[in-house]
Nanobody, 112 residues
Framework: QVQVRESGGGLVQPGESLRLSCVVSGFRFSWYDMSWYRQAPGKERELVARIDSAGVSTNYANSVKGRFTISRENAKNTLYLQMNNLKPEDTAVYYC?????WGQGTQVTVSS
């Protein structure tokens, strides 16, 4: 049974940083590419970043390129998203879906 648990969100001011974590279980994490998505109120879900199974190749949405870094620790079944220089438009619930299973997400709010 695939389980996903995102954490690390919070309320921060513009320019600050957060590190999100996603711990998964129930499947062979190291075999799969992984992604972070986000959904802001009233907006469609957006792909934020993607990383290959080995953690070598990454891709980012233009809106976060240069500010966010996706990484993973396969030995810990954990996916990360380091978010620097946060902006109000980054406010959203962040998710790391796994094999079609979506967790509760973690809320990120950027506001002064």
């Amino acid at each position: 049974q695939v389980q996903v648990r995102e954490s690390g969100g919070g309320l921060v001011q513009p320019g600050e940083s957060l590190r999100l974590s996603c711990v998964v279980s129930g499947f062979r994490f190291s075999w799969y590419d992984m992604s972070w998505y986000r959904q802001a109120p009233g907006k469609e879900r957006e792909l934020v970043a993607r990383i290959d199974s080995a953690g070598v190749s990454t891709n980012y949405a233009n809106s976060v390129k240069g500010r966010f870094t996706i990484s993973r620790e396969n030995a810990k079944n954990t996916l990360y998203l380091q978010m620097n220089n946060l902006k109000p438009e980054d406010t959203a619930v962040y998710y790391c879906p796994s094999l079609g299973v979506w967790g509760q997400g973690t809320q990120v709010t950027v506001s002064s």
